[in-house]
């Protein structure tokens, strides 16, 4: 569970349990206090009853309140709250009335905040449990073991025919489930929005601060690359002019060494800053990611200790440089392969999306991200390795920048990484 998700699971339990302190009072004290007009005594056993409820009612909410603070389960706590409200609302409706009671209402209340809280699955558990604690209810009424405190006339198995009795019993099944459904189709459909809402916004920031970075830095790469270059032709020039000694040879060996590094570092890094231009193509997904994946697995890093897994989709057409999909691709795999200590497996997927998008994906099984380095990781220079210059993912998400494409990362610790590629299709050639 994300933290993002855990702060939203528990300012909806904090309004939760002032909601229903709040309902519980208005409508139980409107009870008492209608009733109250009319009765004799404050001690009916109707009146205690309210009195009871309402105080069990507030002290749960108190012990709610404070166990909120402490437990870290929020989705089972909020379970265990609503099961307790399904059998509070039956106790009400049992209180006000039985079947003839106005408060069957309320189990629909409650199904709506449960798919905010639970969804779907859980919401319509709930809708279940208030279905069966109603029928039997009313079914113990109909056949007079229950009498509620509150009677508007007689039992219903003596003025209602049994018919109608099935036919409220169903209609309350029908109403849990069907704002159960409803409900709980909404909560998801604002829950994926906000997650691509967040996305988008997590990507937005990415690219202004590439963006920015990239254009700072660029010149100075280009003015550090000019005096590199002349050092190492300075250094070959005297290497072939002097005579040969084993200890300059060795140090002047050192200092091409250390150049040619450098020079990689900064090719790499104004690849980051300025993608090169692009030559646009009409790339078939599916053939161009197996030439890549089959270079892959020849190369030294993935021979042996690595298997890759292949899920391709025919028919999937891209319009984009294959230079710099090849690259993307290479970087991505050389991330999976990095990631996973000892044997294991990396998948590529490519499948088509809504409308006229596609998706490529990189899984791998190796040790994850932790959730507070996620961010970071398309960050130029940030890595997690004790080699490597931290550009991969950044040349990754920028390429993919330059073409209006996304990507994405999911990551849990121990379980693995997944990278998402959202990119365009192309109309396949005639």
């Not at 996620?374 to 920048?401: A, M, N, Q, W």
């Not at 959202?422 to 050639?429: L, N």
């Amino acid at each position: 569970m994300t933290n993002d998700f855990r702060s939203e699971l528990y300012d909806k339990l904090k309004w939760l349990t002032f909601f229903r302190l709040l309902v519980t009072a208005v409508l139980l004290g409107g009870v008492a206090y209608i009733h109250a007009e009319y009765a004799s005594s404050f001690l009916t056993p109707l009146l205690l009853a309210v009195y009871v409820l309402s105080s069990g009612v507030f002290v749960l909410t108190i012990v709610y309140s404070l166990l909120l603070k402490r437990i870290t389960r929020y989705s089972a706590f909020a379970t265990v709250q609503i099961i307790l409200d399904t059998f509070i609302v039956s106790l009400m409706i049992y209180l006000t009335g039985g079947f003839s009671s106005g408060l069957s209402f309320l189990y629909l209340v409650v199904m709506i905040y449960s798919s905010m809280l639970i969804y779907r699955k859980g919401s319509l558990i709930m809708a279940a449990l208030c279905t069966i604690q109603y029928g039997i209810m009313v079914d113990l009424e109909y056949y007079g073991i229950l009498t509620p405190l509150i009677s508007y006339g007689a039992p219903p198995g003596m003025s209602e025919q049994w018919r109608y009795v099935i036919f409220k019993i169903l209609m309350i099944a029908v109403g849990c489930f069907a704002v159960s459904f409803l409900s709980s189709l909404l909560s998801e459909q604002l829950r994926k929005s906000r997650r691509e809402l967040l996305a988008m916004e997590a990507h937005v920031k990415r690219v202004e601060k590439m963006a920015t970075v990239g254009e700072m830095a660029a010149g100075l790469a280009h003015e550090i690359k000019n005096p590199l270059a002349s050092l190492s032709g300075s250094i070959q020039l005297i290497r072939e002019d002097i005579p040969f000694n084993e200890d300059h040879d060795r140090l002047m060996n050192i200092v091409l060494r250390e150049a040619d590094r450098l020079n990689t570092l900064l090719s790499n890094f104004l690849l980051f800053a300025r993608p090169q231009a692009r030559k646009l193509e009409l790339i078939e997904l599916n053939k161009a990611l197996a030439e890549t994946v089959s270079l892959f697995e020849k190369s030294l890093g993935a021979s042996g200790r690595i298997a890759i897994k292949r899920e391709f989709s025919a028919g999937i057409w891209i319009e984009m440089d294959p230079t710099h999909l090849h690259q993307v691709m290479w970087n991505l795999l050389l991330n999976a392969a990095d990631a996973i200590d000892g044997r294991g497996q990396i998948t590529v997927t490519s499948h088509k999306a809504v409308g006229r998008g596609a998706q490529i994906k990189v899984a791998d099984t190796g040790c994850g991200i932790p959730e507070n380095k996620v961010k970071l990781i398309f960050d130029p220079f940030y890595t997690t390795k004790s080699t490597g210059t931290g550009l991969g993912l950044s040349i990754v998400h920028r390429i993919l920048e330059t073409y209006g494409f996304r990507v994405n990362v999911e990551s849990e610790p121990g379980s693995g990484t997944i990278f998402s590629i959202d990119v365009r299709q192309s109309q396949a050639p005639a």
